[in-house]
């Protein structure tokens, strides 16, 4: 169980790193970013772990990859500016 969160751990951080060097204007700061990475892969791999037990590791990496890149993404900005036009006008 300790090597799966280790390994969790890694994968999102390097994905959030990866996200934060890829897009830097569309998210916040790099700490948030970074800590929502690891965050989102260690509760995808407890998720993981605990619908398929202990003997599947690599779906388990698997689900906290996915877990951890659905958390990043939820950080996502918009590209452009959004332009609201006014009901009355």
Do not use: N, Q
């Amino acid at each position: 169980m300790l090597l799966e969160a280790l390994g969790s751990a890694i994968l999102g951080l390097a994905l959030a790193w990866a996200a934060a060097h890829r897009l830097p204007d569309r998210l916040p700061a790099r700490p948030l970013v970074l800590s929502t990475g690891v965050a989102g892969a260690l509760f995808g791999a407890f998720v993981t772990h605990s619908a398929l037990g202990a003997a599947h590791f690599v779906l388990i990496l698997l689900g906290a990859t996915a877990l951890s890149a659905a958390s990043v993404s939820l950080l996502l900005r918009p590209k452009g500016r959004l332009r609201r036009s006014s009901a009355t006008a």
